[in-house]
């Protein structure tokens, strides 16, 4: 019967967007560098009641060809709280972890774009 109240939900998403390492390139020597950078994102959330908790990860890599791909960063999430009605208390906690520091990108010295973390306590009020 406990089992049965969980309502579990999963998100995938796929795409492609501007700015990461390639502002720090020169322009793109190739048809496909011109696809920016590719990201993936996974996200779960569990609920049971009021209550719930989840987590994902989203990870930013740059395609070389329809086979190679470098993954440079993953940004990882997880929270907890309660929601009721159109208000929301919570806990999240985010953080950012470059996948190879000081990484040699397309023979340009580049750091990795940021590394750390956050965590915040909140209220959230949302119209219906």
Not at 47 to 64: D, H, N
Not at 96 to 119: A, C, N, S, V, W
Request: hydrophobic fraction near 35%; proline fraction near 5%.
């Amino acid at each position: 019967m406990f089992f049965q109240a969980i309502l579990l939900a999963a998100s995938i998403e796929a795409g492609v967007m501007s700015g990461g390492i390639y502002n720090y390139m020169s322009p793109p020597k190739k048809a496909y560098d011109s696809a920016r950078v590719l990201y993936t994102s996974l996200d779960v959330q569990a609920k049971y009641g009021v209550f719930y908790i989840g987590g994902g990860i989203t990870t930013y890599m740059s395609m070389q060809d329809i086979t190679t791909y470098w993954p440079w960063q993953s940004d990882y999430r997880i929270g907890a709280g309660l929601k009721i009605g159109n208000m929301q208390i919570g806990y999240e906690h985010e953080c950012y972890h470059p996948q190879y520091p000081y990484l040699m990108i397309f023979r340009e010295q580049f750091t990795p774009k940021y590394e750390g973390g956050h965590d915040k306590i909140f209220i959230r009020i949302t119209s219906k």
